[in-house]
C-alpha cells in the first residue's frame, strides 16, 4: 500500500498547509487505506471509529483530499472545544443583531464547508439539542443563521470522528438513533497501535526522521530499545509514541537508549514471566471492558473481593482508562458500564485510585 500513502501525501499537500502522512505496513492499517480510497470516491458520509491518538482527524483529512470535493474546503469542528450556546453560533453563523455583542452577520462553520467536507470531531460530546439540529442539516441539507427566519441551501459531505461508542450510545440514549443511521452509513476503524504491532518501529523511525531534519542532527535510536517500544501497551497509540520519541530525543546524545525514554516505557520490558502475564491479563480486561464484553461491577469488582484480581492489578486497569480520557473517571465509569458514584466510592473505599 506504499502507492496509496504516497498519493496521500501528494494529495494532502497540495490542498491543505502540510501533508498527511500515514504510516503503517500492517495487514490492519492496510485495510483502513484500502477502505478510505474507497470511500473518498463517493459521497455517503463517513464514520471514523478509534481510540484517542490513532490518527482520526488525519485519515478524514486524507479522504477529502482524495474525493472530488478535495478543491472546496475542509472544516473541523470538534464537538469537545466550545459550550452549547457557542457551538450554535460557531455551526451555523447568527444575523446582525441576534444577540448583544452580534454587529454584523457571520457565516457559520457549515455554510463555510459548502461543497466540500465537514469533519464532526468526538461526535459524542455532542449535546442533545445540537443532535436535533444536525439531523435536520443532514436530512434537508439546509440551515438558518441564529436570530434569522431564512433558510440556507449547502451541499457538505459529513465525515464523524469519535472514540466512543455511538451504537451503545443509541441504546443508553445518549445519541439519537435517526442521526447515527444519517452519519453512520460507510465505517471504517482504525486499530490501536497494540493491534498493529509491526507498525510500531516504522512509526518511531519516521518520528526521529523528522526531528533529525528540524534540528539538522543525526540521532539514532539504539537497537536494544526495539524491544521496550514493541512490549509498551500505549494506551495513547501513535500521539503517545510520538512524544516519547521526542522526549526521548532530547534527553539523548548521538544514541539514543531507554534511560532516556520514561519510565513506563522502561519498565515495559522488565520484571518476571509472572509480571508480564499479569499486564496482559489487565491489558485483556481493559479491551473487554471497553467492548462491552466485562461489567466493571459485576465483573472487576467482584473478582477484587474475591481476591482474584489484587490491588495494584486494578490500579493499573484505572491507569489505563484514565489515560485514554484524560484523567476524567466520569467519562471512564460510562465505558465501563458503571454508575459513577458507586465507581467513584468503591475506588476510595478500597484506596483504588491511582
Not at 440556507?152 to 443508553?172: C, M, P, Q
Not at 539504539?222 to 509498551?232: E, P, T
Amino acid at each position: 500500500m506504499n502507492n496509496v500513502i504516497k498519493r496521500i501525501e501528494i494529495e494532502t499537500l497540495k490542498f491543505l498547509d502540510e501533508p498527511i502522512i500515514l504510516i503503517g505496513n500492517s495487514k490492519a492499517f492496510n485495510e483502513v487505506l484500502e477502505k478510505a480510497v474507497i470511500y473518498a470516491n463517493c459521497d455517503e458520509n463517513v464514520s471514523i471509529y478509534g481510540e484517542t491518538g490513532t490518527g482520526k482527524t488525519e485519515l478524514a483529512k486524507a479522504i477529502h483530499c482524495l474525493s472530488p470535493r478535495r478543491e472546496f474546503p475542509f472544516v473541523h469542528f470538534d464537538c469537545g472545544l466550545l459550550s452549547e450556546s457557542l457551538s450554535e453560533g460557531e455551526l451555523f453563523g447568527h444575523k446582525k443583531g441576534a444577540f448583544t455583542g452580534a454587529i454584523e452577520n457571520r457565516i457559520g462553520l457549515l455554510e463555510s464547508a459548502n461543497k466540500g467536507t465537514f469533519l464532526i470531531d468526538e461526535i459524542g460530546n455532542l449535546p442533545q439539542s445540537l443532535q436535533v439540529k444536525f439531523l435536520k442539516v443532514t436530512q434537508e441539507k439546509r440551515i438558518r443563521r441564529v436570530g434569522d427566519n431564512k433558510e440556507i441551501k449547502i451541499d457538505v459531505r459529513f465525515i464523524i470522528a469519535t472514540h466512543r461508542d455511538l451504537k451503545k450510545g443509541v441504546k443508553e440514549r445518549w445519541f439519537r438513533e435517526d442521526l447515527y443511521a444519517r452519519l453512520n452509513v460507510l465505517e471504517i476503524k482504525i486499530p490501536p497501535l497494540r493491534e498493529r504491532k509491526e507498525d510500531i518501529l516504522e512509526l518511531a523511525d519516521y518520528k526521529l526522521f523528522q526531528l533529525n531534519r528540524k534540528y539538522k542532527m543525526n540521532k539514532s535510536l539504539s537497537s536494544g530499545v526495539n524491544d521496550y517500544l514493541l512490549s509498551y501497551f500505549w494506551p495513547e497509540n501513535i500521539r503517545e509514541l510520538n512524544n516519547a520519541i521526542t522526549r526521548a530525543y532530547f534527553n539523548a546524545k548521538d544514541i539514543i537508549g531507554i534511560e532516556s525514554f520514561p519510565e513506563e516505557i522502561r519498565n515495559a520490558n522488565k520484571g518476571n514471566s509472572n509480571r508480564e502475564n499479569s499486564n496482559s491479563k489487565i491489558k485483556n480486561l481493559f479491551i473487554q471492558l471497553i467492548e462491552g464484553k466485562k461489567d466493571f461491577w459485576q465483573d472487576i469488582r467482584q473478582a477484587f473481593l474475591n481476591r482474584d484480581l489484587n490491588r495494584e492489578e486494578v490500579k493499573e486497569l484505572i491507569k489505563i482508562g484514565l489515560h485514554q480520557n484524560g484523567g476524567k473517571y466520569k467519562e471512564l465509569s460510562k465505558k465501563f458500564n458503571c454508575d459513577y458514584n458507586k465507581f467513584m466510592a468503591f475506588l476510595r473505599h478500597h484506596d483504588l485510585k491511582p
